[in-house]
Antibody, heavy 123, light 107 residues
Framework: QVTLRESGPPLVKPTQTLTLTCTFS??????????VSWIRQPPGKALEWLAR???????YYNTSLKTRLTISKDTSKHQVVLTMTNMDPVDTATYYC???????????????WGQGTLVTVSS | DIQMTQSPSSLSASVGDRVTITCRAS??????LNWYQQKPGKAPNLLIH???SLQGGVPSRFSGSGSGTDFTLTISSLQPEDFATFYC?????????FGPGTKVDIK
């Protein structure tokens, strides 16, 4: 059974650095084709993809946020960590981690999601 | 980055209606297009991957079609549990991008 769970502070101050942890079970990030992504959703708004780490430790980032984001994995702990620097009130959102895998034709999709964690940026 | 658009942004429909949602990519993405359903307060749920492949456990009233830049999600007979917001997402190339969503509510 695949599960993912996000954890992190519910409240951060402007300019602070946010650190979020995704703890997963039911699959290995050492398995070829497995990836984990972070996706966020401001209240009442659309989904926004943030970053991805692959089984071979390749990393990919949102173009407009890449200078602020760092994604890393610890396969022994079954965790993926996302840090976002210089937080601003516009970064207030629910942050999700999701498993990503390729299908038979090589199209990657998010097949399992965590429940999400709401992060509010306010002084 | 590839931009994704959806139409309509919202629609009202009745139980039993056939519903069609359109998604367009700013450049060709072959069939690297996924559809998700999101209910209030919940994480998105994968419905369709690779444009037309039904995810396991998803009812057969959901179907997807298209390739290149134009895609469609169809619900053949809307059920009460289907009222939600639907998002398309391209996985052709990073950075991955989502459409703005289509909210389906009760007429």
């Amino acid at each position: 059974q695949v599960t993912l769970r996000e954890s992190g502070p519910p409240l951060v101050k402007p300019t602070q650095t946010l650190t979020l942890t995704c703890t997963f079970s039911g699959f290995s990030l050492n398995t070829r084709g497995m990836c984990v992504s972070w996706i966020r959703q401001p209240p009442g708004k659309a989904l926004e993809w943030l970053a991805r780490v692959d089984w071979d430790d390749d990393k990919y980032y949102n173009t407009s946020l890449k200078t602020r984001l760092t994604i890393s994995k610890d396969t022994s702990k079954h965790q993926v960590v996302l840090t976002m620097t210089n937080m601003d009130p516009v970064d207030t959102a629910t942050y999700y981690c999701a498993r990503e895998k390729g299908d038979d034709v090589g199209v990657y999709h998010f097949d399992y999601w965590g429940q999400g964690t709401l992060v509010t940026v306010s002084s | 980055d590839i931009q994704m658009t959806q139409s309509p942004s919202s629609l009202s429909a009745s139980v039993g209606d056939r519903v069609t949602i359109t998604c367009r990519a700013s450049q060709s993405i072959s069939t690297s297009l996924n559809w998700y359903q999101q209910k209030p307060g919940k994480a998105p749920n994968l419905l369709i991957h690779a444009a037309s492949s039904l995810q396991g456990g998803v009812p057969s009233r959901f179907s997807g079609s298209g390739s290149g830049t134009d895609f469609t999600l169809t619900i053949s007979s809307l059920q009460p549990e289907d009222f939600a917001t639907f998002y398309c997402q391209q996985s052709y190339i990073t950075p991955f991008t989502f459409g703005p969503g289509t909210k389906v509510d009760i007429k």
